[in-house]
């Protein structure tokens, strides 16, 4: 795969606000305020979800949409526009890497939970070091009726600093086949990530979080997209299966990084032949 920059620019307009940056650090999670997307824009990608949620498998769950955009370069107007960017920037630096995305689609009345778990878990032998933002962006409102994420604050720096021990779940009922054990973590302190369409929140790859069962009359999908800073490596045994771009910057460690206009599908294909588990 060669290298691409979809961007030289480096801007340092921070989208976030002094407050949010700090709460991130410590908290391990902030909600920005305000929209992510023009309107226009965000109706082009829910659109644009629309119709993969259409033409998705009916024998497959659609909380399970991960890494849609390696077979869809269309969705990378929207992963790697600046006004996602600009979230993470602050919090990873000026060379930036787009490291996974996955739709993760609630339906109503039976929409599965997704069971306490920090990211990092199941990233420890993709990444060196181990420093991910993710952006939770709301294509429905998300809310405690139909099952949003909570978060479990500073969980990214006490405790296991997200290696927590892991106990197999009801795959039935949950999305992932594993939880944090309750030992490993504090549910009372849990809070919930309430969001109105278009726009997101950010969290730390170590930080506990988890969503209940969507049991209500309203859909509830969010879109995750994943950044690195290019400072971040990954494994070489898993270069034939993990398709990373440049977000902005540098390439500073000059790993093999995609071109966001080409379709890698038969890498999602690769990865299933080989039961590759990310998230």
Not at 105 to 130: F, I, N, Q, T
Not at 187 to 203: G, I, Y
Not at 249 to 276: C, H, M, V
Request: hydrophobic fraction near 35%; aromatic fraction near 10%; charge should be negative.
């Amino acid at each position: 795969m060669e290298g691409m920059y979809v961007s030289r620019v480096i801007n340092t307009n921070s989208r976030l606000t002094p407050t949010e940056i700090a709460q991130y650090r410590e908290e391990g999670y902030c909600l920005p305020s305000g929209p992510v997307f023009a309107p226009d824009k965000f109706q082009r990608l829910f659109d644009h979800f629309e119709k993969k949620l259409a033409d998705w498998p009916k024998d497959q769950r659609p909380e399970a949409m991960d890494t849609p955009h390696f077979g869809d370069p269309a969705l990378n107007e929207w992963a790697l526009a600046p006004e996602v960017v600009d979230l993470v920037e602050p919090l990873l630096g000026p060379d930036i890497i787009l490291f996974s995305t996955h739709f993760i689609c609630k339906p109503k009345g039976d929409g599965r939970r997704v069971p306490w778990h920090e990211d990092s878990a199941y990233w420890r032998k993709l990444l060196d070091p181990m420093e991910v933002a993710t952006v939770w962006l709301a294509l429905d409102p998300s809310t405690r009726v139909n099952g949003c994420m909570y978060v479990i604050p500073r969980s990214h720096n006490t405790g296991k600093k997200g290696f927590s021990d892991y106990e197999n779940v009801d795959t039935t009922k949950s999305v992932f086949d594993s939880e944090i054990i309750k030992a490993d973590r504090r549910d009372e302190l849990a809070v919930p990530c309430e969001l109105q369409q278009n726009h997101c929140s950010l969290h730390d790859a170590r930080t506990q979080h988890g969503s209940p069962p969507n049991t209500s009359d309203i859909r509830r999908c969010g879109w995750t997209m994943r950044f690195i800073p290019a400072t971040s490596r990954l494994a070489a045994e898993y270069t034939d299966r993990q398709v990373m771009y440049l977000a902005r910057g540098k390439n500073t460690l000059g790993q093999d990084l995609a071109d966001p206009t080409k379709d890698y599908s038969y890498i999602i294909e690769e990865r299933k032949r080989q039961g590759f588990k990310a998230h």
